[in-house]
């Protein structure tokens, strides 16, 4: 989160981003008038200590990928968008150290992974320390099942060590990484045979190269990986599985344990229509251990079975599906703090409501037993945990 970073839903239904702003920068107005394609819109602000940018609808990176992995070709689309917006900027004259390579700034338009970034004229973090970061949360967000894509990001990681690093190179990488891909080889990836010391396998290619504190060096040969024949023990892919840990849980908390894959999403199908005979449900008995909602429209039981819990219109990336027009795609979700549920809404277009009232951007609600709680037009009641 950036310092002074607010978020505002005005009466017209838009909403915005604002960010702090001390001082006045040519590119605000390159960036108003111009309009570039792939840059936030940014539009004048009554007030003059801040960037207004207009967000309403927009998803993030971080938004998206939180509990559905990424494979391949979405990691290809969502970089190539990134480095293509990078690369348009200079026509502008847009520092790229100052496009902010955060998740919770990228955003993306789904299914396409259309992206757009935030230009934010002092932010100025040099923008392969931004990319490198980047490329350690994308590895954190694969799908470890999918070995070229595990691959892709790793060899792009890497490039971001090379002194000759260029947002070209980087290109050249993906475009060499994408047709591997596409021809079935796992971005051929080379590493040398390692050896055994006092119980640690090194190699070649070492986890403190993949952290960036050294270099790969005596690279023997490339090989596809179907023609690998790597142990568990001293698999290339297992040592950047633990290494993908190392970055996820610095602190240790995982250590012993075996990497646990990134949790699927599961999709409920959407409830039948509405009959008129049907008598609401104003209150229920939930004997089960999670807390629930109940569907004001079919008297439907949704149980919160995990955390955070997405609600919305698209499917295969929620928890729960709401198969309305007037629902976003990524419209809400609920976590939990301690033993109290909460509610956001995801600045989804016609809002959500707890017992009337529309939550605010970023506002994080409460529930308690009883909560009538609206997703645009689709009305349920929420259920604490009963034991």
Same mark, same amino acid.
């Given at each position: 989160?950036?310092?002074?970073?607010?978020?505002?839903? !005005?009466?017209? *239904? @838009?909403?915005?981003?604002? +960010?702090?702003?001390?001082? &006045?920068?040519? $590119? /605000?107005?390159?960036?108003?008038?111009?309009?570039?394609?792939?840059?936030?819109?940014?539009?004048?602000?009554?007030?003059?200590?801040?960037?207004?940018?207009?967000?309403?609808?927009?998803?993030?990176?971080?938004?998206?990928?939180?509990?559905?992995?990424?494979?391949?070709?979405?990691?290809?689309?969502?970089?190539?968008?990134?480095?293509?917006?990078?690369?348009?900027?200079?026509?502008?004259?847009?520092?790229?150290?100052?496009?902010?390579?955060?998740?919770?700034?990228?955003?993306?338009?789904?299914?396409?992974?259309?992206?757009?970034?935030?230009?934010?004229?002092?932010?100025?973090?040099?923008?392969? !320390?931004?990319? *490198? @970061?980047?490329?350690?949360? +994308?590895?954190?967000?694969? &799908?470890?099942? $999918? /070995?070229?894509?595990?691959?892709?990001?790793?060899?792009?990681?890497?490039?971001?060590?090379?002194?000759?690093?260029?947002?070209?190179?980087?290109?050249?990488?993906?475009?060499?990484?994408?047709?591997?891909?596409?021809?079935?080889?796992?971005?051929?990836?080379?590493?040398?045979?390692?050896?055994?010391?006092?119980?640690?396998?090194?190699?070649?290619?070492?986890?403190?190269?993949?952290?960036?504190?050294?270099?790969?060096?005596?690279?023997?040969?490339?090989?596809?990986?179907?023609?690998?024949?790597?142990?568990?023990?001293?698999?290339?892919?297992?040592?950047?599985?633990?290494?993908?840990?190392?970055?996820?849980?610095?602190?240790?908390?995982?250590?012993?344990?075996?990497?646990?894959?990134?949790?699927?999403?599961?999709?409920?199908?959407?409830?039948?229509?509405?009959?008129?005979?049907?008598?609401?449900?104003?209150?229920?008995?939930?004997?089960?251990?999670?807390?629930?909602?109940?569907?004001?429209?079919?008297?439907?039981?949704?149980?919160?079975?995990?955390?955070?819990?997405?609600?919305?219109?698209?499917?295969?990336?929620?928890?729960?599906?709401?198969?309305?027009?007037?629902?976003?795609?990524?419209?809400?979700?609920?976590?939990?703090?301690?033993?109290?549920?909460?509610?956001?809404?995801?600045?989804?277009?016609?809002?959500?409501?707890?017992?009337?009232?529309?939550?605010?951007?970023?506002?994080?609600?409460?529930?308690?037993?009883?909560?009538?709680?609206?997703?645009?037009?689709?009305?349920?009641?929420?259920?604490?945990?009963?034991?």
């Amino acid at each position: 989160m950036i310092n002074g970073e607010e978020y505002r839903k !005005e009466p017209d *239904g @838009k909403t915005y981003l604002l +960010l702090k702003k001390t001082e &006045d920068a040519f $590119e /605000e107005q390159m960036v108003q008038r111009a309009k570039p394609a792939g840059v936030l819109s940014m539009v004048r602000s009554e007030r003059t200590d801040v960037y207004k940018y207009e967000i309403t609808g927009k998803k993030n990176l971080a938004m998206t990928f939180e509990r559905v992995p990424m494979n391949a070709e979405q990691i290809e689309k969502v970089v190539d968008g990134i480095l293509e917006v990078l690369g348009r900027g200079r026509e502008y004259l847009l520092a790229e150290d100052n496009f902010i390579l955060d998740p919770e700034y990228i955003y993306l338009r789904i299914p396409e992974y259309e992206v757009t970034l935030c230009y934010y004229p002092e932010y100025n973090l040099a923008f392969a !320390e931004q990319l *490198g @970061k980047l490329f350690e949360v +994308l590895l954190n967000r694969v &799908d470890y099942r $999918e /070995e070229r894509a595990i691959a892709m990001v790793y060899a792009l990681y890497m490039q971001l060590q090379e002194p000759d690093m260029t947002l070209e190179r980087i290109r050249e990488k993906l475009r060499e990484q994408a047709e591997k891909t596409d021809a079935g080889i796992g971005g051929g990836c080379e590493y040398a045979k390692p050896e055994r010391s006092q119980g640690v396998y090194s190699g070649d290619i070492t986890t403190e190269a993949i952290a960036g504190k050294g270099r790969s060096r005596g690279i023997k040969e490339e090989l596809p990986v179907r023609e690998r024949k790597p142990t568990r023990k001293n698999s290339f892919w297992e040592r950047i599985r633990k290494e993908a840990e190392r970055i996820r849980f610095p602190r240790g908390e995982k250590e012993g344990r075996g990497y646990d894959l990134p949790a699927v999403s599961y999709v409920r199908e959407p409830a039948p229509e509405w009959e008129p005979k049907y008598t609401k449900v104003l209150s229920v008995k939930n004997t089960e251990s999670e807390p629930a909602l109940i569907s004001q429209r079919n008297g439907e039981t949704i149980f919160l079975t995990k955390f955070p819990f997405y609600v919305g219109s698209l499917s295969g990336y929620m928890d729960y599906v709401i198969s309305q027009d007037t629902v976003s795609r990524f419209h809400a979700k609920f976590i939990r703090q301690g033993k109290t549920v909460l509610l956001s809404d995801l600045n989804s277009t016609n809002g959500t409501k707890v017992n009337g009232r529309e939550l605010e951007v970023q506002e994080q609600a409460p529930l308690i037993n009883g909560d009538r709680i609206w997703f645009a037009d689709a009305e349920f009641v929420y259920f604490e945990n009963r034991e």
